[in-house]
C-alpha cells in the first residue's frame, strides 16, 4: 500500500530555508509511471502547486515561487525533498507530497500533510 | 487569486443535486483535462475525478464530471451528509507550464 510520509521543521524563521522531505513507500520514486510533487495549503485559503520531479531528473516549479524552490530526489532512501527560501509569514501553509500520474496527469495520492510556521 | 475560477460556496439538502462550476482559459482548461479533488479539513486531498469525467476505483457514481470549452463542472446527485467538504479542481497550463488549482468550494449539506 503506498504511504507519503512529510517531516520536516514545523517552524522555520523569517529569512530562513524551509525544508521539507515526502518518504515513499510502497512504490519507488525511480518509477517512470509517476511524477512527484508538492502543493500547499496556507490557513484559511486554497490549494498551491508548487513544484513536480520525473524520476529523471525533469523539475517544474510554479513560476510564482520558481525563484525561490528546489525540488530533489534521493532515490537511494526512496524520498524527494523541498527547499523553499527566503520564507516570509506567506509561507505558513500545511505542505502535501503527492504522486502525480504521468499519464493522465493527476495527483492519484497525497500524504497527510506537514504545517510549517514561519515565525521569529 | 488562482487562476481557475470556483463559487466559493454551494449548499444543498440531502437528496438534492448539487453542481461545483470551475472556469479557466484556453491554455489550461480549454486545452487540458481537468481534475477534480475532494479535500476534508485536516486529512489529505482526494482524487474524485481525472480526465474531466473519469471517476477513480472506489468513488460513487454519485459524482459525474464535465467539460466544454473553457468551464468544468462536478455535479453531485443524491447529496449526502458526508459529502460535506472542500472541492477543488485543477488544470495543467500550457502558459504557465504547471497546474493551477481553483480557489476551492465549499459543499454544505443542509
Known amino acids: 500500500q503506498l504511504q507519503l510520509q512529510e517531516s520536516g521543521p514545523g517552524l522555520v524563521k523569517p529569512l530562513a530555508t524551509l525544508s521539507l522531505t515526502c518518504t515513499v513507500s510502497?512504490?519507488?520514486?525511480?518509477?517512470?509511471?509517476?511524477?512527484w510533487g508538492w502543493i500547499r495549503q496556507p490557513p484559511g485559503k486554497g490549494l498551491e502547486w508548487i513544484a513536480n520531479?520525473?524520476?529523471?531528473?525533469?523539475?517544474y516549479y510554479n513560476p510564482t515561487l520558481k525563484s525561490r524552490v528546489t525540488i530533489s530526489t534521493d532515490s537511494s532512501k526512496n524520498q524527494f525533498s523541498l527547499e523553499l527560501s527566503s520564507v516570509t509569514a506567506a509561507d505558513t501553509a500545511v505542505y502535501y507530497c503527492?504522486?502525480?500520474?504521468?499519464?493522465?496527469?493527476?495527483?492519484?495520492?497525497w500524504g497527510q500533510g506537514k504545517l510549517v510556521t514561519v515565525s521569529s | 487569486q488562482s487562476v481557475l475560477t470556483q463559487p466559493p460556496s454551494v449548499s444543498g439538502t440531502p437528496g438534492q443535486r448539487v453542481t461545483i462550476s470551475c472556469s479557466g482559459s484556453?491554455?489550461?482548461?480549454?486545452?487540458?483535462?481537468v481534475n477534480w479533488y475532494q479535500h476534508f479539513p485536516g486529512t489529505a486531498p482526494k482524487i474524485l475525478m481525472f480526465?474531466?469525467?473519469q471517476r477513480p476505483s472506489g468513488v460513487p457514481d454519485r459524482f459525474s464530471g464535465s467539460k466544454s470549452g473553457t468551464s468544468a463542472s462536478l455535479a453531485i446527485s443524491g447529496l449526502q451528509s458526508v459529502d460535506e467538504a472542500d472541492y477543488y479542481c485543477a488544470a495543467w497550463d500550457d502558459s504557465l507550464n504547471g497546474v493551477v488549482f481553483g480557489g476551492g468550494t465549499k459543499l454544505t449539506v443542509l
Open positions: 480526465s474531466s469525467n
Open positions: 520531479i520525473y524520476y529523471s531528473g525533469s523539475r
Open positions: 503527492a504522486r502525480r500520474v504521468y499519464w493522465p496527469r493527476y495527483f492519484d495520492h
Open positions: 484556453g491554455s489550461n482548461i480549454g486545452t487540458n483535462a
Open positions: 510502497g512504490d519507488s520514486i525511480s518509477s517512470s509511471s509517476y511524477y
